[in-house]
């Protein structure tokens, strides 16, 4: 086969991919979270709320995504003060900031988990 027939070959190939792509059915568009059904969670007021212990339970996930840089996480944690919204503002600065020899997607990824952590202990 002559290397004519090849790029034909290779070209026929390229748009049956093509218009197949453009040709497949459209799923929907996902729903809105609010729209879903959520397990029910209890609301707590900011007294009944441990915030010691979940600062503890914060750095300890620090200690263990970066368990020789997490010293500067930890500085964060302690100088919050109690208060959801001063949780959520030093959660988001952790997902921002720059450690030396930190991927920046472990601080990502560190910052959703205790994201998760606080929204499960706060409601």
Excluded: C
Excluded at 12 to 27: A, D, E, H, Q, T
């Amino acid at each position: 086969m002559s290397t004519w027939a090849w790029v034909a070959v290779v070209a026929g190939l390229i748009l049956i991919i093509v218009i197949y792509i453009v040709s497949r059915p459209r799923l929907p568009p996902l729903t809105k979270k609010a729209s879903l059904p959520t397990p029910e969670t209890v609301t707590r007021t900011l007294e009944e709320i441990d915030w010691t212990g979940l600062r503890r339970r914060l750095e300890q996930l620090a200690d263990a995504a970066l368990p020789e840089r997490s010293k500067k996480v930890k500085e964060l944690l302690q100088a919050t003060p109690p208060g959801r919204d001063s949780y959520i503002q030093t959660i988001d600065r952790i997902a921002n900031m720059s450690i030396l020899f930190v991927d920046p997607a472990r601080l990502t990824a560190l910052a959703g988990r205790m994201r998760r952590t606080l929204d499960q202990e706060t409601g």
